[in-house]
């Protein structure tokens, strides 16, 4: 196991996120925060806070969860959703859809299928905590904290304080 970002390496990596939001997003009122579960969730309150404390412009925020929008739900031990999704209102708003790793692209791809069921925002970014590489769709994300090379054969693991008692990402 190798730590790549310590609790407060975490805390400056999302303060610089919040900064590059604030400066891509000159109408912070037309923004929609929404996280996916679980981690994603937990995120873009954190980006929500921080936003505030710059700004103090409390920008809406929701989670979505994603599991029955995947395409590998018969490689998957569990079918059911982890949690209900709440997001406000995404009608002709600039979404930024929050999540910890980008990986394949798969989670990514399902979230912008459940998002069309909520509405029709009018764009959607993409800010993720760790951009691993190995995509096999062509997304990438517009806001990334750190890039972290691996090799398929590891895992890039974040753990947040609200889930797992402690700040850190890690490579096993």
Do not use: C, W
């Not at 791809?109 to 970014?125: C, Q």
């Amino acid at each position: 196991m190798t730590v790549i970002l310590d609790s407060n390496e975490l805390t400056k990596t999302l303060k610089r996120l919040a900064h590059e939001v604030i400066e891509n997003y000159v109408d912070l009122s037309s923004l929609v925060l929404v996280g996916i579960v679980t981690r994603g969730e937990q995120l873009a309150k954190r980006l929500q806070d921080t936003i505030y404390e710059i700004e103090k412009i409390k920008v809406p925020n929701g989670y979505i969860d994603v599991t029955l929008y995947r395409d590998d739900l018969d490689h998957r031990k569990s079918l059911k959703p982890s949690k209900a999704s709440k997001m406000p209102n995404i009608d002709n708003k600039n979404l930024l859809l929050i999540d910890d790793v980008l990986y394949e692209g798969r989670t990514i791809r399902a979230a912008l299928d459940a998002i069309k069921d909520f509405g029709r925002p009018a764009s959607v970014k993409l800010l993720v905590l760790a951009d691993r590489g190995h995509r096999k769709l062509p997304i990438s994300a517009d806001f990334v904290g750190k890039n972290i090379p691996t090799s398929t054969n590891q895992t890039v693991k974040v753990f947040l304080s609200e889930v797992d008692n402690k700040d850190s990402i890690e490579i096993r």
